[in-house]
């Protein structure tokens, strides 16, 4: 790598900046990466390219190689999966991200983040979802907020969305039929109803506990298994740790729930909140307070958003779910 001061990562093809940066890379691996085998993801979102190859280190293991790496993903990456240098990871290291041989922050002169981690086979738990995929999920998501809880305390502001511009939004595309939504007089009656209600939902909301590193995109197509079982099969590993930040842990766990509105049956009779909840006591973090109404209140303004983005996102069967929620859990939460 360069030894000057980098330049700004270069705007292209993420394939052929991978291709043309792949001697840099292997050089700053000092010579334990092997030949790479670019191919493109379905796992993966945004602009990122991944290969294929091997780290020798005393002994050979298959891994992928990802590149531009945004920074928040590259810290947590580093942070909680990190391998140290000169040796692999015993058998059963089952920590639930993906292992980090090598990373960077900076790759031939330019300012570009990038990771060598471990090669997960097989398919992510959206393949074929069941009981036991999300109960394993949300085990996981539990191990996932303690790892992180140990490696950083949590802290900072949390993100925070306008939750009136958004649900102001959804009345605009009710309002000018951007949007083929069924119910079109209960949804304007709902997101009144919510928006009266705003300033009770917004200060509750807002003084929730921040008691958690939450993932931030919690849902089967991010979780793969590592085969280490005598059966092939083990432990999940979470992918995609660009959206990893402060809040309440119950963000995950409705954010996992809403995935199946309109497809509840798909969840197996499994309660997102409580089961989470019951991990998290399980591997000694909090759950304090009135979780279930926090758990409400977050159902309610996401299902509120919704008319205003159905034109991008969702199927009638989830706008019919969310408007439910409103009509359901508004008059339980502010009467």
Not at 199 to 211: C, G, I, Q, S, Y
Not at 232 to 251: M, N, S
Request: hydrophobic share 40%.
């Amino acid at each position: 790598m360069s030894g000057g001061p980098s330049s700004p990562s270069p705007v292209g093809d993420p394939q052929t900046l991978a291709a043309a940066l792949a001697p840099a890379l292997r050089e700053a691996c000092g010579g334990r990466l092997g030949e790479i085998e670019w191919f493109r993801s379905t796992w993966q979102r945004g602009g990122a390219a991944t290969g294929f190859a091997q780290w020798t280190d005393g002994e050979s293991r298959p891994v992928v190689v990802k590149l531009p790496v945004g920074p928040r993903e590259h810290r947590w990456a580093m942070l909680l999966g990190a391998v140290e240098a000169g040796g692999l990871p015993p058998i059963e290291d089952d920590r639930p991200v993906p292992r980090i041989f090598a990373g960077g922050d900076s790759l031939g002169g330019y300012d570009l983040g990038w990771l060598v981690m471990e090669r997960l086979d097989g398919h992510t738990l959206g393949h074929a979802i069941d009981r036991g995929a999300i109960e394993d999920l949300l085990r996981t998501a539990a191990r996932f907020h303690a790892l992180a809880e140990r490696a950083r305390p949590v802290e900072g502001p949390p993100p925070e969305r306008e939750w009136g511009a958004l649900i102001g939004r959804s009345r605009e595309a009710l309002r000018a039929h951007e949007v083929e939504i069924g119910d079109a007089q209960r949804w304007n009656e709902a997101l009144k109803r919510v928006q009266r209600a705003l300033p009770v939902l917004e200060t509750a909301w807002r003084a929730r506990p921040l008691d958690a590193w939450c993932h931030g995109d919690l849902h089967p197509g991010n979780a793969m298994r590592r085969a280490t079982g005598a059966d092939g099969v083990g432990p999940c590993v979470l992918l995609d740790l660009a959206f990893v930040h402060p809040g309440c842990w119950v963000e995950d766990a409705v954010y996992l729930e809403r995935q199946f509105w309109g497809h509840e049956d798909r969840l197996g009779g499994i309660k997102p909140v409580s089961m989470l909840a019951k991990f998290r006591r399980e591997n000694g973090l909090r759950t304090d307070g009135d979780y279930g109404t926090l758990a409400s209140i977050r159902r309610v303004l996401m299902a509120a958003c919704v008319p205003g983005v159905a034109a991008q996102e969702g199927t009638p069967s989830y706008a019919s779910a969310a408007l439910g929620i409103i009509e359901r859990v508004l008059p339980q939460i502010v009467r």
